[in-house]
T-cell receptor, first 114, second 114 residues
Framework: AQSVTQLGSHVSVSEGALVLLRCNYS??????LFWYVQYPNQGLQLLLK??????LVKGINGFEAEFKKSETSFHLTKPSAHMSDAAEYFC????????????FGTGTRLTIIP | GAGVSQSPRYKVAKRGQDVALRCDPI?????LFWYQQALGQGPEFLTY????????KSGLPSDRFFAERPEGSVSTLKIQRTQQEDSAVYLC????????????FGDGTRLSIL
């Protein structure tokens, strides 16, 4: 079954600095990968979605992610952090090819320092 | 409605009581998912419906957990004889159909078992 690993359960960056949140998938190239964001006491909101063939994926709120097969990675970045970006971020992958259920990473809590 | 609606938002129950959590998906969405999110963790898959058919219930932790979607729209997750370890946020998500359609999440029901 597919899985994802998120390195760093907590990340702190200064306002205006680069945001980098890490996600690595298990060895098989997945057909899809997702990044979701969760604000306190809310459900998950889709940030962006990777589909086979894409490399750089642009999402909402200025976020983007680069798919690197050689590194089995799908890291999330944003050039300049805003206070409103403070939230929990989850990387997710379909558990099995053709199966819709998602397997989530353990999440990264992003804190923005004023 | 415009999004996935879950009720109640908060539920407190005494150990041993039965609870029922409701999910109203986005109109027209064929697929419906339930996830359990423990404190500080990523969501974990419980069960999946396509229309009224429950196609996967492999994530249900015990036979105390039961889910239904009798008319292919609203779904109910029922937990019988609740235990303290059932305390978590229960998230419902819906999507248009199989494949790469992203899942849209509700705000969840926070269940606390005393």
């Amino acid at each position: 079954a597919q899985s994802v690993t998120q390195l760093g359960s907590h990340v702190s960056v200064s306002e205006g600095a680069l945001v980098l949140l890490r996600c690595n998938y298990s060895s098989s190239v997945p057909p899809y990968l997702f990044w979701y964001v969760q604000y306190p006491n809310q459900g998950l909101q889709l940030l962006l979605k990777y589909t086979t063939g894409a490399t750089l994926v642009k999402g909402i709120n200025g976020f983007e992610a680069e798919f690197k097969k050689s590194e089995t990675s799908f890291h999330l970045t944003k050039p300049s952090a805003h206070m409103s970006d403070a939230a929990e971020y989850f990387c997710a992958v379909p558990s099995n090819f053709g199966n819709e259920k998602l397997t989530f990473g353990t999440g990264t809590r992003l804190t923005i320092i004023p | 409605g415009a999004g996935v609606s879950q009720s109640p938002r908060y539920k407190v129950a005494k150990r041993g009581q039965d609870v029922a959590l409701r999910c109203d998906p986005i109109s027209g969405h064929v697929s419906l998912f339930w996830y359990q999110q423990a404190l500080g963790q990523g969501p974990e898959f419980l069960t999946y419906f396509q229309n009224e058919a429950q196609l996967d219930k492999s994530g249900l932790p015990s036979d105390r957990f039961f889910a239904e979607r009798p008319e292919g729209s609203v779904s109910t997750l029922k937990i019988q004889r609740t235990q303290q370890e059932d305390s978590a946020v229960y998230l419902c998500a819906s999507s248009l159909n199989r494949g790469n359609q992203p899942q849209h999440f509700g705000d969840g029901t926070r269940l606390s078992i005393l």
